[in-house]
């Protein structure tokens, strides 16, 4: 398998494909109880499969995982365990036991397995219904079959073993080979789980690679070069078929393998620099799920992208909203944003027209149905079993006052008025160019300078020299100081005379941790370093600022963050997770990711990229088919190039 450069580690092992992924322990057991096992479109197909040798549970000595492949090395006295694991359609793995000793011995290993099919809502915790359907598992030679049917949903599990020089013996919930072993010799055990859905075994598209051709970085900084790596990788393992043949990025391993509408557009956007595909094939996916009409259980209104779907049984059953649910007050304007991105960067004026209905219909959503809050883009829980909050801090304690107070009613979020603004501004010029409609040109870019002009107004906090993060039900500024205000000057919302003030408190001692930007300023009530999103660092969030920092001139800045970023990156084998601490930086002391991160994450694994962009200056002009540049390259990263940028064919340096 590929190295990561990272060396044998201890911990939990995430090994994720487009297809399956797998969640074990240090040494690739499953731990039913910690959520581990081998999911498949949001059901565990396997619970429990823990490896035995003469009866007892071999020493792991560390491990390596790497996209969809990992591997373990075991100990057991005198014995020698490599442990080999991809995962993809299903589960391979081989397991190759070497004498160490200087006698001979005799070796049994044991394979126990056990499969519960539980939903991923269930596995996480979440209260079901009491009912479930017929679990059942047959003992074939060499192979264990297990299945689960309810109704017209159906799942199976096939376990089966081979070994050299060794027959396996199967009986419910275990296979066992043994061997005698001289010393210094080996054999090896092979293990295939075949999936089933429906009846129907489980299959990869027949192109399962959507980032297999990218840019080729060249960098003095070698913690850079091997972020930048790990990052693609990441990208890629998290891709997954996401309907007639579209890969997409999931959001993360190991809760949320699934479609997330504001995951992939921000993840797309963020990825535009290796390849447009992603964006393209988000978009697409997210207009053939968009919301046709009004749904208080899912949260639908006609218009809205989605949020969530799910393939699950719960989802399938309706015992949960995502299938799919439409609690997202961000993703419909990002969509449009998106949407002009990949115009900017490719030219295909073809995709924009196929994408013409789904577009005009997401505006319609912006100014007919989502005015609820003094004239802004608004959201509030409808479902039984939704989301409170609705942007990307969706935590349940995100929309805190100064002094600590929740906000209720109905919240319009800061940043997502700045998306909106962006949206109009970009939409114009497809409306204007393509769709040859000027006169929805006109009236977007009139919509755009009045929204600049009544949110300066509304949302400026001229006691604190800030955005607040919100308006509540009542209008009432949120005055709380977060980094959603840094998303401001990514969509170009704020005016030039308040930049720089948004800037240097970015940056300055409150929200910097000297890591990365924190979500919530030190000194507000709310304020936690240890939370999820009151006082934390999200690399994702940290990287649209820094876009913004450069696209209003602030170069240092951005330089700053950026560098920050990437030197916190080194502390997690060079993969950015989720989320981790906002504790400020002290010497001797890294930063600590948060216990529930996901790792590998999308958004995550495409700020390194969307970081190379914004160091570079990379911008497409798509009037003059050429990439423009004006690089803030920090002096760590030395002589930095990107060879074989998508747009127009060019490199960039």
């Known amino acids: 398998m590929p190295d990561n450069d990272a060396g044998l580690k201890g911990g939990v092992a995430s090994v994720v494909s487009p297809g399956a992924y797998a969640v074990s322990d240090e040494g690739g057991d499953f731990d039913e109880d910690a959520g581990q096992g081998l999911f498949y479109r949001d059901m565990r197909h396997l619970s429990g499969f823990v490896l035995r040798v003469n009866g007892e549970s071999p020493e792991p000595e560390g491990f390596r995982d790497s996209g969809p492949e990992a591997e373990f090395r075991l100990a057991s006295s005198g014995l020698h365990v490599l442990r080999r694991r991809r995962v993809g359609a299903g589960l391979e793995e081989t397991l190759e036991v070497s004498n160490r000793s200087e006698e001979d011995l005799d070796v049994t290993l044991s394979l126990e397995c056990v499969a519960d099919f539980r939903d991923v809502f269930d596995v996480r915790g979440y209260a079901r219904p009491a009912a479930r359907g017929e679990l059942s598992e047959e003992v074939g030679e060499g192979l264990l079959r297990f299945m689960y049917r309810r109704e017209g949903f159906s799942r199976a599990t096939v376990f089966e073993v081979s070994g050299e020089g060794m027959e396996p013996v199967a009986e419910p919930g275990r296979i066992s080979c043994a061997c005698r072993l001289g010393p210094g010799d080996r054999r090896t055990i092979y293990v295939q789980v075949t999936l089933e859905e429906n009846g129907h075994e489980v299959s990869l598209p027949e192109d399962a690679a959507l980032f297999g051709d990218v840019p080729e970085l060249e960098t003095d900084w070698a913690a850079l070069g091997k972020s930048w790596k790990r990052s693609v990788l990441d990208l890629e393992s998290l891709s997954f078929d996401a309907g007639e043949g579209l890969l997409v990025p999931a959001a993360g391993s190991p809760w949320f393998m699934a479609l997330f509408g504001r995951d992939s557009l921000i993840t797309g956007y963020e990825a535009?620099?290796?390849?447009?595909?992603?964006?393209?094939?988000?978009?697409?996916?997210?207009?053939?799920?968009?919301?046709?009409?009004?749904?208080?259980?899912?949260?639908?209104?006609?218009?809205?992208?989605?949020?969530?779907?799910r393939a699950g049984e719960l989802a399938y059953f309706g015992e949960v909203p995502q299938s799919p649910y439409y609690g997202t007050a961000d993703a419909t304007p990002l969509f449009l944003v998106l949407l002009n991105e990949v115009w900017r960067w490719t030219r295909d004026d073809n995709f924009i027209r196929e994408m013409e209905g789904a577009a005009r219909m997401t505006l319609a959503w912006i100014l007919d149905e989502a005015d609820r809050v003094k004239g802004y883009v608004a959201y509030e829980k409808r479902s039984s079993r939704g989301l409170q909050n609705q942007g990307w801090k969706d935590s349940a304690n995100s929309m805190l006052f100064r002094d600590g107070t929740l906000a209720e009613g109905s919240i319009a979020l800061c940043e997502v008025q700045g998306y909106v603004y962006d949206a109009f501004l970009r939409t114009a010029k497809l409306a204007g160019g393509i769709w040859d409609d000027e006169q929805l040109a006109r009236d977007l870019r009139e919509r755009a300078a009045d929204l600049r002009a009544r949110f300066d107004r509304d949302f400026w906090m001229p006691e604190r020299g800030y955005y607040a993060l919100a308006?509540?039900?009542?209008?009432?500024?949120?005055?709380?100081?977060?980094?959603?205000?840094?998303?401001?000057?990514?969509?170009?919302?704020?005016?030039?005379?308040?930049?720089?003030?948004?800037?240097?408190?970015?940056?300055?001692?409150?929200?910097?941790?000297?890591?990365?930007?924190r979500t919530m300023a030190v000194g507000e009530a709310g304020y936690d370093p240890d939370s999820y999103h009151n006082g934390s660092v999200w690399p994702h969030d940290n990287?649209?600022?820094?876009?913004?920092?450069?696209?209003?001139?602030?170069?240092e800045a951005a330089s700053r963050v950026a560098v920050s970023l990437l030197e916190a990156a080194e502390h997690f084998d060079h993969r950015l997770p989720e989320v981790f601490n906002g504790h400020p930086r002290e010497e001797g002391r890294g930063p600590v990711e948060y216990p529930t991160s996901c790792s590998p994450q999308a958004w995550a694994a495409g700020t390194i990229p969307l970081l190379v962009r914004a160091m570079l200056g990379i911008d497409p002009d798509p009037e003059t088919r050429t990439l423009l540049s004006a690089p803030v390259v920090p002096e760590a990263a030395g002589d930095l190039r990107l060879e074989g940028v998508p747009a127009f064919g060019e490199s960039s340096r």
């Open 471 to 517: 308006l509540d039900g009542d209008g009432r500024r949120v005055d709380s100081i977060t980094s959603n205000a840094g998303h401001l000057l990514w969509s170009g919302i704020v005016p030039e005379d308040k930049a720089r003030l948004v800037a240097d408190r970015l940056v300055g001692n409150t929200m910097f941790s000297g890591w990365g930007i």
């Open 543 to 555: 990287a649209l600022i820094v876009e913004g920092l450069r696209r209003y001139g602030f170069r």
């Open 272 to 309: 535009m620099i290796l390849t447009p595909e992603p964006a393209k094939n988000a978009l697409r996916t997210l207009a053939r799920w968009q919301a046709s009409a009004w749904d208080d259980f899912t949260d639908a209104e006609p218009g809205k992208i989605p949020h969530e779907f």
